[in-house]
């Protein structure tokens, strides 16, 4: 329908096709019937798939976490691909979009982690520990709810802070009190029972992850040990370094408020060196 049509059409028009989906900051109408008094227009969870872009391969309910304060809510969705890639890909991943409300200290969003890019919406094709992260105002209690459970191989939440790995179970709640970043990592096998997707993968780079979701901060998590890390600037200057000892840390950077860093982490099992650009 979209390729046939949405190039001929004006204003006003009416699709001569169904519309199966909507993608991703896709505009659309909603027309209130004649008899209709309820002008209220409802979302569910039941609603948000990953369409499929093979012929004969199935839509898939996403992996849900969703955040509620008690005064705002938030949501993100996590599936696996074959299509897919790791890292952010703006054709089929949604970046989150902070600072709709014009204070974004205060602004709850949660998110999972793109290569180094927070996103709302994150297809993945063989990443088997996934950042999981949340904005919001100090002091706050969020809980967070797990949903679309099956969409996941043996999904588990590791927590760094504690080195304890729990299996998700459809409705799990977690509290968290203020902002996190950096704590807490979706794990899992590849593409639930009944998806596409990869259904056996490696970690690789020791599990590792590098990005930065906070102004002249850069957050680093492995799954092995983490010893040191250094963050240099492209021309080789010194911006950050941690001697850590755990499995993540966050390390403030002096000389920079935003750009291209350049990161080495030293672990257990070896070292290993990303660019990223520094929020």
Do not use: W
């Amino acid at each position: 329908c979209k390729a046939e049509y949405l190039d001929t059409l004006s204003p006003g028009d009416i699709l001569p096709c169904t519309v199966t989906h909507i993608e991703p900051f896709g505009a659309f109408f909603v027309q209130l019937k004649d008899e209709a008094t309820d002008k209220t227009v409802k979302f569910t969870a039941d609603m948000q798939k990953f369409v499929a872009e093979t012929e004969g391969e199935a839509a898939t309910t996403a992996f849900t976490i969703t955040a509620d304060n008690g005064n705002a809510k938030s949501g993100a969705a996590l599936a696996y691909a074959d299509n897919a890639e790791n890292a952010f890909n703006a054709t089929e991943d949604v970046r989150l979009m902070r600072n709709l409300l014009g204070n974004s200290a205060n602004e709850l969003s949660v998110y999972t982690v793109a290569g180094d890019m927070a996103t709302s919406v994150n297809r993945i094709n063989d990443a088997r520990q996934i950042p999981l992260g949340l904005f919001a105002a100090e002091g706050n209690v969020t809980t967070l709810t797990f949903t679309g459970v099956d969409a996941l191989l043996e999904p588990s939440l590791y927590d760094a802070e504690t080195g304890t790995d729990t299996p998700i179970t459809e409705g799990m709640t977690l509290s968290v009190n203020g902002a996190s970043h950096g704590r807490y990592f979706i794990r899992a096998k590849g593409a639930g029972e009944g998806t596409t997707g990869i259904t056996d993968v490696e970690t690789g780079d020791g599990g590792v992850n590098v990005y930065s979701v906070t102004p002249r901060q850069v957050v680093v998590s492995s799954g092995a040990e983490l010893l040191e890390v250094s963050v240099y600037s492209v021309g080789g200057a010194m911006l950050g370094h941690e001697s850590v000892g755990g499995g993540r840390t966050a390390v403030t950077l002096d000389g920079i408020d935003s750009g291209v860093a350049v990161v080495r982490v030293v672990t257990a099992d070896g070292q290993t060196t990303r660019k990223l650009v520094v929020k």
